[in-house]
């Protein structure tokens, strides 16, 4: 049951949102249809500040980061023609194919100790190549060379596949990961549940109850696991909502999901983007925030809602804060390392701009491990007049 919370009435100008204004305050559950009622509203300020006023009764200006450090073993993936949303897979023979060596595994680690990585975020293709035997090699290495980094690895789609593959249930795979190192389970892979979607999509992905399925698998193991939306192709706002609820459903069920992280669909080098003839143009700030707050407010039995700022940019992110969000998602390395990361920096933040943009934001930065323990805070050193 949610907390109840109190709201200024004088910021809720539409009409239709009052009910749901009344519901909140009361520390009522919403239903998908009010969650469809909040997609079509215009006053993204008010569902902002009931978003706001709901993540502040849990999380008070505390706003968390960690420090992580992505790594793709594989792009090569049997469902490289049917993802049309994916610009990152190949086909075996393609140009631009990978598949990780050890060897390159742990050199592309090896910068974890200096940059004082906490986890690494494990994910890639489905590669018939890289089975059981892959990634039990690739956790147990890892462990042996950074034994205090958190391993987040594979999403649902990809435990499903090695499942496969090697002929094992989904639960026994879960058990020789974790053996090997397994930490988490990453949110990718759920993108939209809705049959109708997933076919157009993501036909021949694992359907939404075999994502859950496998959630809910690691859930009973307490590998805990993230999850996630992909937003703004060609789901419609019933679909958005449907997905919601059977996250919840889950969590209501498990309480294993960590963390919630709706992710804005990017068209280019696509084939659904060309398709839709939307080429350059991703979501608006405007869905963004939308999909953000009402997550935060559909997801009542959530702590953490992230944004990911490498997808919404650093000032949709930043605006977030005031929108229900917690969390941001995003590689943040340590200002030396910064200066010396040559041309990784583009997709990276120092600690100092992620301290800046929390702190713009009059929020209280603080860096988190995989679990959302507090590891670090910053002193209250006053935010720059300009930020
Ligand atoms: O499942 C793929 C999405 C996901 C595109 O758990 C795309 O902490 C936008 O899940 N445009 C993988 N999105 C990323 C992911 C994730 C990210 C950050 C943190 C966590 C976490 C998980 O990325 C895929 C898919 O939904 N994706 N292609 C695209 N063109
Ligand atoms: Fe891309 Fe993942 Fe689909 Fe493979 S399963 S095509 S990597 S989104």
Excluded at 36 to 54: E, K, R
Excluded at 161 to 182: N, Y
Aim: with cysteine; proline share 4%.
């Amino acid at each position: 049951m949610p907390a109840p919370v109190q709201l200024d009435h004088h910021l809720i100008s539409d009409p239709s949102l009052r009910p749901l204004a009344e519901k909140v305050e009361r520390g009522e559950r919403l239903t998908q249809a009010d969650g469809v009622t909040l997609f079509n509203s215009g006053d993204l300020l008010a569902i902002g500040h009931m978003a706001d006023a709901v993540n502040r009764v849990k999380n008070g200006d505390r706003v968390t980061f960690a420090a992580n450090q992505h790594i793709n073993p594989t792009n090569v993936c049997i469902l490289r023609k049917t993802c049309v949303f994916c610009s990152y897979a190949r086909l075996p023979k393609e140009e631009g194919a990978y598949r990780y060596t050890m060897e390159q595994i742990w050199e592309e680690a090896a910068t974890a100790n200096s940059t004082l990585t906490r986890e690494f975020h494990i994910v890639g293709g489905l590669d018939m190549k890289a089975g059981l035997a892959y990634y039990i090699e690739m956790f147990r290495g890892l462990k042996e060379r950074h034994p205090q980094v958190h391993i987040k690895a594979l999403t649902a789609v990809e435990i499903a596949h090695i499942a496969r593959i090697e002929k094992l249930t989904v639960r026994d795979t879960l058990v020789a990961l974790r053996e090997a190192g397994l930490d988490t389970l990453p949110g990718g892979g759920a993108e939209v549940f809705s049959p109708g979607v997933r076919a157009t999509i993501a036909d021949k992905k694992l359907s939404g109850e075999e994502y859950i399925d496998v959630h809910r698998t690691a859930h009973a193991l307490s590998i805990r696991s993230n999850c996630t939306m992909l937003y703004g192709h060609v789901e419609t706002f019933e679909d958005r909502m449907a997905h919601l609820a059977m996250l919840r459903d889950l969590q209501d069920e498990t309480g294993g999901f960590l963390a919630y992280i709706p992710l804005a669909y990017h068209p280019d080098n696509n084939e659904l983007g060309e398709t839709l003839h939307r080429v350059g143009t991703a979501t608006t700030g405007f869905d963004d925030l939308k999909n953000l707050a009402i997550g935060r407010l559909f997801l009542d039995n959530f702590d953490h809602i992230k944004s990911h700022w490498i997808m919404v940019t650093p000032f949709v992110s930043q605006m977030s804060l005031h929108f229900g969000v917690n969390d941001l998602e995003g590689t943040v390395v340590r200002e030396k390392i910064y200066h010396e990361a040559g041309a990784h920096t583009a997709q990276a933040m120092t600690l100092d701009q992620i301290l800046r943009l929390i702190r713009g934001a009059r929020k209280v930065p603080a860096e988190r491990d995989s679990f959302y323990q507090i590891v670090r805070t910053f002193d209250e050193s006053p935010t720059p007049a300009a930020a």
